[in-house]
Every structure is written in structure tokens, then in C-alpha cells.
């Protein structure tokens, strides 16, 4: 399981290190996944958390909601996420219900939830997230997913591959140098 410190939680939630700490500690809002060990130590979340965060934060500059009321709701989000996978979530809307019950409604989905809700798109949020926790991006093309996705290193340049070499030393240049060593 991956974690963030209290650091790039702050970042990533644009609440202040002590408005995240009065929300995860002195409020217990939404905990923190791994309470720090000692004074001056980070916690550590996961990306539910974040999310959950994320969420949190909308609720209450966007729609100007009260947060502690709504903390059974926070604790049933941060339940139902943990079931669910971060892919599931792409193409998602939350869905909170006036009687504090949340769901998730599919973009292209028909049916809206009965009686009052709010919806909040997760695209955005989860885009976020993506960047942070190396998961999965909607924005990758459609089909089987890499089981080890690419990644640039620092340094390298667009025609360089992995190993760093360019694209001429994948082709016979690659070759020459195998059969000189």
C-alpha cells in the first residue's frame, strides 16, 4: 500500500498543514491511515484518504456545508472506498443524498439518484491522485492495462528508451555494440 506524508497530503488537498492536522487529528474528521509515531512526525495517507479530503474540501468551499455534521458520512465514504478500486472510480460522480447516504453515478449513466444530492465529479480529483500514487489515468489509451508502465528518467531525452540508449542503438548500432563486449 502507498502512502503520502503530511507534506504532499497538504499539496495535494490545498488545505494548510494545520488545517489538515485539525481535520485528521484534533477533529478526527477524516483520520489519518497511519497516525504519526511522535510530535513532528508525518502521518501518512492513502489515496482514499485524499480523495476523501479532496471531497471534504469541495463540500465545504463550494457548497459551504458544515463538515463536522456530516461526519457519519465520511466515515461510510471511507468505508465504501476501501472496497472499491481506484479504476472503478473513472467515468464517476459521488452522489450525497440529503439523508446522508452517498452513490456512485456512472457519467453516462441515464438515471439521476432520486430525491436531492449533490454531485461531485471524481475525474478531477482522481487525475490528481493518479500523478501522485502512480495509478491508473483515464487519460491512458483504452485496452489492457501495462502491468509496468513507463517511466521517463530524470534527465533522459524523448528518443532515449530505458536503458539509455537512443533510438539507433535499439537497431544494429545496439547489435555492433552486443557483439564487441
Not at 18 to 39: H, Y
Not at 66 to 73: D, F, G, S, T
Not at 140 to 165: C, I, K, T, W, Y
Request: with cysteine.
Amino acid at each position: 500500500m502507498q502512502f503520502v506524508t503530511t507534506r504532499q497530503a497538504s499539496q495535494l488537498t490545498g488545505l494548510s498543514t494545520e488545517k489538515l492536522r485539525e481535520w485528521t487529528s484534533r477533529r478526527a474528521l477524516i483520520p489519518a491511515d497511519v497516525k504519526p509515531k511522535r510530535q513532528g512526525s508525518p502521518a501518512k495517507y492513502t489515496w482514499q484518504t485524499i480523495l476523501l479530503l479532496r471531497i471534504a474540501v469541495t463540500l465545504r468551499n463550494r457548497f459551504h456545508l458544515e463538515l463536522q455534521a456530516h461526519r457519519e458520512l465520511f466515515v461510510n465514504l471511507r468505508r465504501g472506498l476501501k472496497g472499491t478500486s481506484f479504476i472503478a472510480l473513472w467515468g464517476k460522480s459521488l452522489a450525497i443524498h440529503g439523508d446522508g447516504a452517498w452513490s456512485l453515478v456512472g457519467e453516462m449513466e441515464t438515471g439521476v439518484p432520486e430525491g436531492d444530492a449533490i454531485l461531485i465529479r471524481l475525474a478531477c480529483h482522481l487525475d490528481a491522485l493518479s500523478v501522485v500514487f502512480s495509478l491508473f489515468n483515464n487519460t491512458m489509451m483504452p485496452g489492457q492495462l501495462d502491468l509496468f508502465p513507463a517511466r521517463r528518467v530524470a534527465g533522459q531525452s524523448e528518443g532515449e528508451n530505458s536503458r539509455g540508449h537512443g533510438a539507433a542503438a535499439s537497431s544494429g548500432a545496439g547489435a555492433k555494440r552486443r557483439r564487441s563486449a
